[in-house]
């Protein structure tokens, strides 16, 4: 008996044709027998199963064949062929590919407030004082859609209070020992709070504010002789555009100059706001605020003459009260010195230079873009803006509103500040003479991670310090070109 045996796979139009020739010889006379296997794959769907021996080259001949198809005959040989696996033509065709869960966020209930975020807090500010009275008080304010917070707070928890690893980067036993442990708990709450509702609070002509109020106890600042609270039940935070970072800088360079005015100042990411951006966040003292917020901060009203008058007349030095008929201010006169090197460094001008005359301005200065240049032709009756302190310490400045320069040139500086003054601290200018003030910054910036990786690490920060250490050297060699005393100033 002779056996041959050809097989063939054919895929065509979905059929499978498999094709066996028997031939043997009985009673001398040849007979062809063929059997023919068809898969019913057009009129019965094969099962997964099928398929998948197929695709792994499991089919042979005894799965393929019918029952109709098996002969009768009790001498027909049955042979068994395994198919050799065909390798796909184009393998990154017919491999699925793996599917990836993305984390969707739910934007279909916040869509309204999201799409009237605005870019800037001045522009937050215009928007809400379409939405509010010209006038409206503390109790009158109101809060954004406690429905959205839940959705936002959900997001802020899944980024922070879940995975229990602060913002705050405190690796050793101890902050620097020019942070308090109020600074320290103070830049944590900031950071790492849960938010439970944010208020945007509008005050009469003034910049709004854009509060937040997170989980805790009592406030970290000094609430002494501040019962009355409208706009913050407990701890809470103010907001500022991410164009005004140099916050943050500014509170670090504060405490480490030894001077100890400003406010704790972080830096934040809040989903629902600024498109994700790294927001600088300070702590509310309601103490600036006695009166309440409708009736405004306890500021110092004065003009550039009247300043440099107390200047001359050492206004409360050594607690001698001055006489009535004096220019001076509540103010005690070595926060003047401390302002004057504070706002130097950081080329802050909105405080003791308001119309930009000590500098060649920019157009796109605020005092251009408000006319303020323009009264530089009258020096003396320019008001001086932002001189703030407390309600129960009205000796003392708190510097806020810290936004500075980093981008103005050496031979561009703003010397008016400095005019008038005559003694600075001596902790300040002893380290700035130390060669540690980069040393010291970068430990104390570091604390901060968030603000730390939005300057670009390292290499960001590097460049800021670079800035402030030129700065250094003018307003050293100005204090022995002018004969400044360097004295200790403890009150």
């Known amino acids: ?56 080259g499991l089919y042979n001949l005894e799965t393929s064949v019918l029952p109709d198809s098996v002969p009768t005959r009790s001498n027909v040989v049955y042979i068994t062929l395994r198919t050799k696996r065909l390798k796909p033509a184009n393998i990154r065709g ?13 934007i279909t209930a916040g869509a309204a407030f999201t799409q009237n975020k605005l870019s800037t807090l001045e522009q937050d500010a215009g928007q809400i004082k379409r939405n509010f009275e010209r006038n409206t008080s503390f109790g009158e304010s109101r809060d954004v859609d406690h429905r959205y917070q839940d959705l936002f707070h959900k997001s802020l928890t899944d980024e922070h209070t879940d995975s229990h690893i602060s913002s705050i980067r405190i690796y050793s036993q101890r902050a620097p020992p020019w ?31 854009l509060i937040f109020q997170g989980v805790s106890g009592a406030s970290v600042t000094d609430q002494k002789g501040t019962e009355r609270n409208d706009v913050c039940g407990g701890r809470c935070g103010i907001i500022n555009s991410p164009v005004d970072n140099t916050e ?91 302002l004057a090197v504070f706002d130097f460094l950081l080329q802050i001008h909105s405080r003791l230079d308001q119309g930009c005359c000590g500098f060649r301005p920019r157009m796109e200065d605020l005092c251009m873009e408000l006319g303020h240049h323009a009264e530089c032709v009258d020096q003396n009756h320019i008001e001086l803006a932002n001189i703030v302190h407390r309600g129960h310490d009205p000796r003392h400045l708190v510097f806020i509103n810290n936004k500075g320069f980093f981008d103005r040139n050496e031979d561009n500086l703003d010397f008016k500040i400095l005019e008038g003054i005559k003694e600075l601290p001596e902790q300040a200018v002893t380290v700035l003479k130390s060669k540690k003030l980069r040393e010291k910054l970068l430990q104390s910036l570091f604390l901060d991670q968030t603000y730390w990786e939005s300057q670009g690490g390292r290499q960001g920060i590097d460049k800021l310090i670079d800035v402030i250490e030129r700065r250094v050297k003018v307003l050293l060699t100005y204090i022995n070109a002018h004969g400044i005393k360097i004295i200790t100033m403890n009150a």
């Open 1 to 56: 008996m002779e056996v041959t045996v050809l097989a063939a796979n054919i895929y065509k139009d979905g059929q499978e044709i498999l094709c066996v020739c028997i031939s043997f010889q009985q009673d001398e006379t040849w007979f062809p027998a063929v059997k023919f296997g068809y898969s019913q794959q057009n009129q019965d769907r094969r099962t997964d199963k099928d398929k998948y021996r197929h695709t792994r």
């Open 94 to 106: 017919t491999i699925r590919p793996k599917l990836r869960r993305k984390v969707r966020r739910n």
């Open 179 to 209: 942070l308090s442990t109020q600074d320290v708990k103070a830049m944590r709450f900031l950071a790492d709070t849960k938010v439970l509702r944010i208020k945007e609070v509008s005050h009469g002509d003034a910049r709004s504010l």
């Open 248 to 338: 943050v800088f500014a509170f670090h360079l504060d405490r480490v100059l030894g001077l100890n005015r400003t406010l704790p100042a972080v830096s934040r990411k809040f989903s629902f706001l600024h498109d994700g951006l790294p927001c600088p966040v300070v702590s509310w003292d309601a103490s600036l605020y006695p009166e309440g917020l409708a009736a405004g901060s306890s500021s110092v009203r004065l003009t550039w003459g009247e300043y440099q008058s107390s200047l001359k007349q050492r206004c409360w030095l050594k607690n001698i009260s001055p006489r009535p008929e004096s220019s001076c201010s509540s103010v005690h006169h070595y926060e003047w010195s401390k």
